[in-house]
């Protein structure tokens, strides 16, 4: 049972990842963007925020965080994904994983060079019903046969914000977890499955 980070810039491919490491480890997923997500259904203020690529407040977000954690057990592995983007949350963190009985024992970042960072999310489409990610070409949802739409947040505009954000924010972990000592960096610019194998072996699954 290990709890591992997984983070790099928005088109990385964290989801990507995440389901190839679901083919050999077990664990519980939290997503902040899926939090964020459900919220903004039912939060106009929180809804905003995230069209306009921007964070929402720490507290409601470690709330929510802190509801899901209570009901892994603790023998499962947790990966949160897009969680934590900021040094404080990362100090938050490390205190609510301990509350909780868990430490953080492994931090994985997708590296990925700005310029393709905008040129991956530009191209990007989801499905209009599930949200899930559609393969490029594809005229409808490989799950839901749902149509394929560009999210308001990968739209250009918002895109240079979400890239701005990240290296303001959340590039400052590289060095905190790389002191740690907990750090493992993958070169996220290769083909799906050698990113996928450079996790796994890494790992030393």
Same mark, same amino acid.
């Given at each position: ?32 963007? !899926? ?5 903004? =259904?039912?939060?106009? $203020?929180?809804?905003? &925020?995230?069209?306009?690529? /921007?964070? %929402? !407040? ?5 709330? =929510?965080?802190?509801? $899901?954690?209570?009901? &892994?057990?603790?023998?499962? /592995?947790? %990966? ?126």
């Amino acid at each position: 049972m290990r709890n591992i980070i997984i983070f790099g810039a928005p088109g990385s491919g964290k989801d990507t990842q995440i389901d190839e490491m679901a083919k050999y480890l077990p664990f519980q997923l939290i997503s902040s963007g !899926d939090i964020v997500r459900h919220l903004s =259904e039912k939060n106009e $203020k929180i809804r905003k &925020i995230m069209d306009d690529g /921007g964070l %929402i !407040d720490d507290t409601v977000l470690f709330g =929510e965080i802190d509801k $899901k954690l209570g009901t &892994i057990d603790t023998g499962e /592995g947790v %990966i949160f994904d897009g969680f934590p983007r900021t040094l404080h949350q990362a100090e938050v963190l490390n205190e609510l994983m301990l509350h909780h009985g868990r430490n953080i024992d492994v931090v994985i970042y997708l590296e990925l060079d700005e310029s393709e960072v905008v040129k991956r999310l530009s191209g990007r489409m989801v499905c209009s019903s599930c949200g899930h990610n559609i393969v490029p070409g594809a005229t409808s949802c490989e799950l839901c046969s749902g149509e394929p739409i560009r999210r308001h947040d990968d739209e250009p505009a918002v895109i240079i914000k979400r890239v701005q954000t990240f290296l303001e924010n959340t590039l400052p972990l590289v060095n905190y977890y790389r002191n740690k000592g907990i750090l493992l960096e993958i070169n996220g610019d290769q083909p799906v499955e050698a990113v996928a194998n450079d996790i796994k072996e890494k790992l030393g699954e």
